[in-house]
């Protein structure tokens, strides 16, 4: 075992160094040749959340917020088809204010008895509506690209961390990629440098995932949305917030996922220390 | 044929118990999860009540609405059927319990523990399992003018009470509450 | 050689049923002398605990599997809502499908470390060609298993993963396009490919089941290898199965266990790729299309082709060489050409295979990178060493190569390394312990 042990640990030094110099050697390459540019152009930068780490918890004021942020300004155009209005107890209303809030929507239910498509207000079991009949419609009023749906964004953009970040982003337990990135893009929005073209109707913003020029104008200005609490009223406040309710949004169970992870990760440790004594004792008269 | 300890007999053997009831409770928590998904979701638990409305169903008139993944008959009585269900002797029924929801457990199964109550006796909400193996029950057919359930013979009164057949209790009626005159709010 | 002759014990029915039973269908009994009598050299190292640790592991990912199979909806439609359906509303169902995400990822690190050990301490050898063969079947069904398991979410990375590996056998010179429409059941992925692959997804892990049955079965016949490589030649060399491999096993799978918890539980999207939690669109394809990590030395190897040899264009020769990289296992038994078993006692050998284990890494790297530019150079370096390997360093070491002085039996080599560790005795011993 000690030599497979050792062969591990200069595999692991070799790897690192090796890796590490090809990837300098990659890049310069790119440089060179001046291939296709890697988006995004700026990395997220990692923020602070109330739900990262092993006893990460969602701050239901935030997600209150987040929610406010989201029916304000992002569902005009976006929609979060897989989130049901009942979930929303998980942000701390009551039945009666989720009946509220849901029936502010309006959903197309049918066929009634005659037949016919009809509009009603929404009920707890509704879900987030998108506020275009269907995605041609909502591409067409877009500039030709639909608002993506939110109900799993904060899941998928996350942008790649390269070796051997992602290494260390096992033991630090980061997996807040999607809230870094929903931040990074919110609050990104930049003037476009002199050799940039901008093509009509795009937005410069060098954190936008898939290029530099972003269809999206800029959705968020300072006092544009009332809060409830005395939060102050400026865009990064809502892009923090918005994009830790989207995190919600996307992994709704995950309070409960970590603390579920607690009691398991003590009982398998514990239960691993027991098993060992007791191996030790089964082989303890035998020469191995 | 074990490696044999013999001066800490019970230290080994409480360490071999003590790992074998933690490895017990382990298999009793990893199986959690796999009997829990098999209940009722999130998303059939939220559609556990449903409003019906009722102000286009005229005497004489049923619809059945789907609720829980089961037919609910909505029926508004005539007149007749009504008196036909309370002149039925209380020593008639096969079984003498409202089966009602709204109704304390024991209440007797007068048509006016049946129907939706004072002032509403026209009205009589139930749900459309057959008390005896589930099949739905035909409206307005039988010996009694109520039910008849095709599959095995069973014959419900007017107001939905089991009268002969194999059934063992009368037809099971649902939480329910007129939230207006015309809206019914079914669970 | 076989179990039998050293075997710990027989046995013995005591109470009336079990003499019953045992005159009738000895289940028991094949029980008894597999996994208890079972003798098993003494001087196995935590390498050779993988076998339960697999074990244990195709049966999470089939009872899972079964349970997610119960909420899941094989339709273009609705795979990609059902499954987030588990995830937001069945109870518990966001642990059972994270646990069978990570325990595929996972069974793939449990087999690779598996292969790597058959590897280096030469377990393919006569008289366990057989043995390894079977395993190397094992791992193809896996790795289609786990292909298949990646199409139903109904993300961007099933579809665009799907349609890029039937591309493969469009390589295929006259029918290649045939076959391609063949596995498709189309033009392209779609409905009918999404209910098919569910179908086989379903079946394959059975037919793993059903292999491993037949692994363990030659595994019985021959006995297990070694470190030192050396047979058993007597019963001092053995211990029996239970207690001692068993709490071994044990040991080594509750702490497999635990790290695997951990990424269930902390960092369950870690060895998934985000656009997979975007509905497949056949009419955009993401960025950086990658297969699942298990894949990409594979996927590095495909690319490395870059040219044509003779006839055969850069297409086909990409889809050959990758093929070629998996079939090259199954002659392993027949390419190393040492007398030698064990790398202990092979000091160049040794030295090789772990410039091998850091090729496939260095290669798994490659593949999740994008194919232009000093990556694909690089890819064809670590692609030569890779046959080179197989092809060159295996027979042509064996033949020159001087090994170590051999012990003579598991028991000498045993209390040869006994006096080491008590010369230099530290108080505490090491969790690992000395094997």
Redesign the interface.
């Known amino acids: 075992m000690h030599s497979i042990l050792k062969g591990l640990a200069a595999l692991g030094l070799v790897l690192a160094a090796g890796a590490a110099g090809a990837q300098e050697h990659a890049a310069e390459g790119d440089h060179a040749e001046g291939g296709t540019p890697h988006y995004p152009l700026v990395a997220p930068v990692e923020q602070d959340w109330s739900f990262a780490g092993p006893f990460g918890t969602y701050d239901i004021g935030q997600l209150q917020r987040g929610l406010k942020v989201y029916r304000e300004s992002c569902a005009a155009c976006h929609s979060m088809r897989l989130v049901p209005f009942r979930s929303l107890e998980a942000l701390g209303y009551n039945e009666a204010q989720v009946r509220t809030i849901a029936a502010e929507y309006t959903i197309v239910d049918g066929p009634n008895a005659s037949g016919d498509m009809f509009e009603r207000p929404g009920v707890p079991s509704d879900r987030f509506p998108s506020p275009f009949p269907n995605a041609e419609a909502a591409a067409s009023a877009n500039n030709g690209a639909a608002p993506p749906d939110f109900s799993l964004i904060a899941k998928a953009r996350t942008v790649t961390r390269g070796f051997p970040t992602f290494v260390f982003d096992i033991f630090t337990q980061y997996a807040e990629g999607g809230p870094d990135y929903i931040y990074g893009l919110l609050t990104g929005y930049t003037e476009a440098p002199a050799s940039f073209e901008l093509q009509p109707g795009t937005h410069y913003n060098p954190h936008f995932i898939n290029g530099a020029a972003f269809s999206m104008p800029p959705p968020l200005q300072n006092d544009q949305i009332e809060y409830d609490d005395d939060t102050p009223r400026t865009v990064d406040n809502y892009a923090r917030d918005v994009a830790a309710f989207l995190m919600w949004a996307a992994e709704p169970h995950l309070e409960a996922r970590k603390k579920t992870g607690f009691v398991v990760m003590i009982f398998l440790v514990l239960f691993s220390g027991l098993v060992y004594l007791t191996k030790r004792k089964i082989w303890g008269a035998v020469a191995h | 044929?074990?490696?044999?300890?013999h001066s800490e007999p019970t230290r080994?053997d409480f360490?071999?118990v003590?790992?074998g009831m933690?490895?017990a409770?382990?298999v009793a928590?990893a199986a959690?999860?796999?009997i829990?998904?098999?209940?009722p979701?999130?998303?059939?638990l939220?559609?556990a009540s449903i409003d019906v409305d009722v102000s286009s169903i005229e005497s004489g008139m049923s619809v059945t609405v789907k609720w829980r993944g089961k037919p609910v008959f909505i029926r508004n009585r005539t007149d007749k059927e009504v008196e036909d269900a309370k002149a039925v002797p209380m020593a008639d029924l096969k079984d003498p319990v409202a089966r009602n929801e709204n109704q304390p457990a024991e209440a007797d199964a007068t048509d006016l523990a049946r129907s939706a109550g004072e002032g509403k006796e026209n009205w009589i909400v139930m749900v459309g399992s057959c008390t005896h193996l589930g099949c739905v029950p035909l409206g307005q057919a039988g010996d009694f003018g109520g039910w008849f359930c095709p599959c095995h013979g069973s014959h419900y009164d007017t107001a939905g009470r089991i009268r002969k057949g194999p059934a063992p209790q009368n037809l099971h009626i649902p939480h329910y509450a007129f939230t207006s005159d015309t809206v019914v709010k079914i669970g | 050689m076989s179990g039998g002759h050293h075997a710990h014990g027989s046995y013995q029915p005591t109470t009336g049923i079990g003499r019953w039973i045992d005159a009738r269908l000895p289940l028991p009994r094949l029980m008894y002398d597999s996994f208890v009598a079972y003798p098993v050299p003494r001087n196995l190292n935590y390498a050779y605990t993988f076998g339960g640790i697999l074990t244990i592991m195709l049966v999470l990912q089939i009872v899972t599997g079964v349970v997610l199979a119960m909420h899941y909806g094989a339709n273009t439609v609705v795979a990609f809502n059902s499954v987030e359906h588990i995830m937001r509303d069945v109870n518990s169902g966001w642990l059972i499908r994270y646990m069978h995400a990570n325990g595929a990822s996972f069974f793939f690190i449990a087999v690779y470390i598996h292969i790597f050990r058959g590897l280096y301490y030469g377990s393919y050898k006569a008289p366990r060609e057989m043995l390894w063969i079977l395993g190397v079947i094992i791992y193809a069904l896996m790795m289609a298993t786990g292909f298949f398991g990646y199409v139903l979410p109904w993300g961007q990375m099933s579809f665009w993963g799907a349609t890029v590996i039937t591309g493969f056998f469009s390589a295929i010179p006259l029918v290649g396009e045939w076959v391609q429409q063949l596995l498709l059941g189309g033009f392209a992925v779609d409905n009918p490919t999404l209910n098919r692959f569910f179908s086989l997804h379903y079946l394959l892990p059975f037919m793993i089941a059903g292999v491993v049955v037949l692994h363990v079965w030659a595994l019985h016949v021959t006995g297990q290898t070694n470190p030192t490589g050396i047979e058993v030649k007597s019963k001092g060399d053995t211990v029996p199965f239970s207690p001692h491999a068993t709490a071994k096993d044990a040991f080594a799978m509750f702490v497999f266990l635990a790290v695997f918890a951990y990424f269930v539980f902390y960092i369950p999207n870690f060895l998934g790729h985000p656009d997979n939690y975007t509905p497949a669109d056949p009419l955009k394809t993401p960025a950086h299309i990658v297969p699942e990590w298990y894949y990409l030395p594979f996927y590095a190897i495909l690319r490395a082709i870059t040219f044509n040899i003779g006839p055969i264009d850069s297409k086909l020769g990409g889809v050959l060489a990758m093929a070629a990289s998996i079939l090259v296992l199954f002659f392993v038994p027949w390419l190393d050409t040492s007398k030698v078993r064990s790398a202990v006692y092979r000091p160049w050998y040794k030295l090789f295979f772990w410039i091998f284990a850091a090729d496939c890494l260095f290669l798994g790297w490659l593949g999740s990178k994008p194919a232009e530019g000093a990556y694909v150079v690089m890819s064809q370096i670590g692609t030569l060493y890779y046959f080179g390997f197989f092809f060159i360093i295996m027979p042509l070491l064996g033949l020159i190569e001087t090994p170590r002085r051999l012990p003579n039996s598991i028991t000498e080599a045993v209390l040869a390394k006994q006096k080491q560790p008590a010369a230099a005795a530290l108080p505490a011993s090491e969790p690992a312990g000395h094997h």
């Open positions: 044929m074990s490696a044999t300890d080994r360490l071999y003590a790992t933690a490895g409770v382990g928590g959690w999860p796999f829990d998904q098999l209940r979701d999130a998303s059939t939220a559609l």
